[in-house]
């Protein structure tokens, strides 16, 4: 069994990069205390609009020891998503790229325990626990620790190497690692994001106001979307990539090549008529098991009438 914690980081790095990983990253489980000072500003401003969910488990957001007890290390991977192929029919309604894949919680969670057993058989027994962007664990800011990205101005962790379109999951543990190193922010004083956000929901740099961002209405709101989102939807009726499609970092991102990600079928075939003839049925048989099922039949219903 390997003990020695820079060895143990160098052979779980090797394994991840061998499992489709396209990076992965490890810090030390400490308390996030920068984090949880944005987080509960931005909280008691309203910033999240109606996503009640974010007030909830506040200390387990930002302490992994609440998560997994004598938690020590939290090992990030990082996986590009960006689309080998894109929608056909430039003016059919948009789909943010993260959502063209059956669900991505499942597909990396797959190859997490894989990277888990490895740890377990080479390493001993550990105490751990697998998170894929579904438990109150901040994953742009462990990635950040690890020094697989920074976090942008348009509030997404970016890499060096992947660039935005990224989806992260972990591993947080009671193994002792050497953590990685943070790098730098390679923003420099470029704005396009907050330039091209068609609702202005880019307050500043790293600050976003949740109650204007076409993403949060398209998928989040289970309400009816305001008439000051009326007229600025850009076509658009999951999600929204403006910020990451104008961003330098993004220009020569190579397509994915992780195992399990394959566009839904039929999905990036579909024309503006396809989309308004949908029935609950076919939305039902097509889209269950995808990102779409979030938003559900009424919702994109209900954006396809905004979309303009």
């Not at 751990?128 to 690890?146: H, K, Y």
């Not at 009326?230 to 991102?253: E, L, S, Y």
Request: contains cysteine; neutral net charge; hydrophobic residues 35%.
């Amino acid at each position: 069994m390997e003990t020695d914690p820079k060895r143990c980081s160098i052979l779980i790095r090797e394994e991840a990069l061998r499992l489709g990983f396209d990076d992965c990253g490890i810090s030390a489980a400490g308390k996030l205390d920068r984090e949880e000072t944005f987080l509960n500003r931005w909280l008691e401003e309203g910033r999240h609009a109606c996503m009640g969910y974010m007030e909830r488990n506040r200390i387990k957001r930002t302490d992994p020891g609440k998560l997994v007890a004598g938690a020590r290390s939290v090992i990030s991977v990082l996986v590009n998503y960006y689309p080998p192929r894109f929608q056909e029919d430039p003016s059919a309604p948009v789909v943010s790229k993260y959502a063209y894949y059956p669900d991505y919680h499942g597909i990396i969670k797959s190859r997490l325990h894989l990277l888990l057993d490895y740890i377990d058989q080479h390493m001993g027994p550990v105490k751990a626990r697998i998170f894929v962007d579904s438990a109150p664990v901040l994953e742009r800011a462990w990635a950040a620790r690890s020094g697989l990205g920074w976090i942008g101005k348009n509030t997404l962790l970016i890499s060096r190497k992947c660039g935005s379109f990224v989806f992260l999951g972990e591993i947080i543990c009671d193994l002792e690692l050497a953590p990685g190193k943070e790098i730098p922010d390679y923003c420099g004083q470029c704005t396009r994001c907050i330039d091209a956000c068609p609702t202005g929901a880019l307050l500043a740099p790293r600050l976003l106001d949740a109650s204007r961002c076409i993403s949060y209405h398209t998928i989040e709101n289970r309400g009816e979307i305001p008439e000051s989102m009326h007229g600025k939807m850009q076509n658009r009726i999951f999600g929204c990539d403006i910020c990451q499609d104008v961003c330098p970092w993004n220009r020569k991102v190579r397509p994915t090549s992780f195992p399990g990600l394959e566009p839904v079928p039929g999905l990036l075939e579909m024309t503006t008529d396809d989309w308004e003839a949908l029935d609950e049925t076919t939305f039902s048989n097509r889209f269950t098991g995808t990102s779409l099922e979030r938003t559900g039949y009424r919702g994109i219903k209900r954006n396809l009438k905004l979309r303009k």
